[in-house]
């Protein structure tokens, strides 16, 4: 079945058209035969010249893109990580004066391009050191370094805060009003009912309908997307006390030096870290899981948990990173290597895996996770980013661990397959595990969350029952505010 099927779209100057779908309903490919990543089997492109006269287009490649005027910021995220942020943006398009390299010109132009996006970083920054939503805007950054006339976003806000992401909106206004075609990709419908003059929906490689503005809603959205509307998660009823499972004591990570943090996770529970990126939640999660070092006193069920994150696991912690495509799988090997990583040693024996109960497992934990298509055998880089996430996701929930840290564990998620997602969570902790998570996502934190431990500047702010927590007390306690 081909991943796109007799698709027609076309995108008018100074406007922004979304596309959505479900995980798998072909967005991210579609983006890609529009910027040149791969080509379309059959069909053709066309886009307007200078004085508005449509011209068939041949985009074999990204250059050929990138010279029709299309510039792409991909979903996951693709800067060269050995070079600082100047020569990332400006990589293959360096300016020169005199047949030399013109640094002083590149690294006042990526400081033009970075303030652009609200960032006030220094262009000679390694990228390999940026946290992932600064990468992200790296992105975005080099992307409007183009000029281009159409300029294509997959996903731009999944690693954003609601701040950042609100900028982001802003600019994409900024460039409609300026005469550019805007195409994007979100899963945050309510970015798409924010910005878009028009949206695309897929399903299944087709398209199910286009809706203009003010003729549609959240709900209509989701039924062209899925054929029904989207349940909305609810908050577990608040547990009765239980044993600690996690306590964390005067923490602080190596590569965070705030103040130090304590707090603790009971069995069972579901806490959420909110925070403005860059307060300190994953450097928290990695900490905890070895990942980083840290100083101070970390404890699974009354034991201090020490060694690396190997020694980590088989003293029942467990994290999925934020960065799925860097650190979360291995994109050249197959489904079931990368769902059975967590615990193939139990299915070993004289080093010898055995192959039916690992091809068992795998399936059971594919149907659980919905995971699509269906296929232990593919190469894991194929499938979507919320599929990929799911396999993620779907390892440890096999193996039920007495903690589970997770850091954006929707990002790039659609909405269906989050409402998914957050079932299979809330099973985990329903059968004893805990589960810790951090998530730039206001609207998940309050629906999945017991309680929610608000960071600022590296040190925690307040915590918050799931009674208390609204946007706007975790927004307070998120910019400096003090506890009510």
């Given amino acids: 079945m081909p991943a796109l099927a007799g698709i027609e779209l076309s995108v008018r100057a100074g406007e922004v058209l979304a596309i959505v779908g479900e995980n798998g309903a072909g967005k991210s490919t579609l983006l890609k035969i529009l910027s040149g990543v791969i080509p379309p089997s059959e069909g053709s492109i066309a ?71 609200g960032l006030n970083l220094d262009p000679t920054t390694p990228c390999g050191t940026l946290a992932i939503a ?31 992401a609100d900028r982001l909106l802003e600019i994409m206004a900024d460039l409609r ?19 878009a003059d028009r949206v695309m929906v897929l399903r299944d490689g087709r398209c199910t309908g286009f809706l203009e503005r003010g003729t549609y809603d959240r709900d209509a959205i989701e039924r062209l997307m899925v054929g029904r509307s989207i349940e909305t998660n609810q908050p577990r009823p608040v547990r009765p006390d239980a ?75 467990a994290i999925v990173p934020e960065d799925r495509a860097r650190n979360g799988i291995f994109a050249a090997s197959h489904v079931s290597m990368n769902m059975s990583l967590a615990w193939i040693d139990r299915n070993s024996r004289a080093r010898t895996v055995n ?59 659609d909405v269906s397959a989050r409402a998914e997602i957050h079932a299979e969570i809330r099973r985990l902790a329903d059968s004893g595990s805990s589960i810790l998570f951090a998530s730039s996502e206001l609207e998940e934190v309050l629906m999945l969350a017991d309680r929610v431990i608000v960071m600022h500047d590296g040190s925690i702010a307040g915590e918050l029952t799931a009674h208390e927590a609204t946007e706007v007390a975790i927004m307070h306690l998120a910019t400096g505010g003090k506890p009510a």
Avoid at 134 to 161: F, G, H, M, N, W
């Fill in 47 to 117: 886009i307007a010249d200078p004085d508005g006269v449509l011209c068939s287009v041949q985009l074999h490649s990204v250059r050929d893109a990138t010279r029709a005027g299309i510039a792409l910021v991909h979903q996951e995220l693709n800067l060269a990580e050995n070079l600082d942020i100047a020569g990332s943006i400006f990589l293959g398009r360096e300016p020169a004066r005199f047949g030399f390299l013109d640094l002083h010109a590149m690294r006042a132009n990526a400081r033009k391009w970075l303030a652009r996006v």
């Fill in 134 to 164: 600064q990468r992200q805007l790296v992105e975005v950054a080099k992307a409007l370094s183009c000029e281009a006339r159409i300029l294509i976003l997959d996903e731009p806000t999944s690693s954003l805060s609601a701040r950042e």
């Fill in 177 to 195: 009003n300026q005469g550019k075609a805007v195409i994007f990709v979100s899963h945050h419908l309510d970015e798409v009912l924010r910005i």
């Fill in 243 to 317: 044993a600690v499972r996690l306590r964390v004591a005067e923490l602080v990570s190596a590569h965070h030096r705030k103040q130090p943090i304590s707090f603790a996770v009971r069995a069972g529970e579901i806490v959420g870290l909110a925070g403005l990126v860059g307060a300190g939640r994953t450097e928290v999660l990695e900490a905890i899981a070895a990942i980083t070092p840290h100083h101070g006193r970390v404890e699974l069920d009354g034991a201090p948990l020490s060694g690396n994150t190997a020694a980590r696991v088989r003293q029942g912690v």
């Fill in 355 to 413: 192959t039916a109960a690992e091809r068992g497992i795998v399936a059971q934990m594919m149907d659980r996770m919905q995971l699509r298509p269906a296929e232990p055998s593919r190469l894991v880089h194929t499938l979507s980013g919320g599929n990929q996430q799911k396999s993620v996701i779907g390892r440890w929930m096999a193996v039920g661990p007495a903690l589970l840290l997770l850091d954006e564990p929707t990002r790039g998620v």
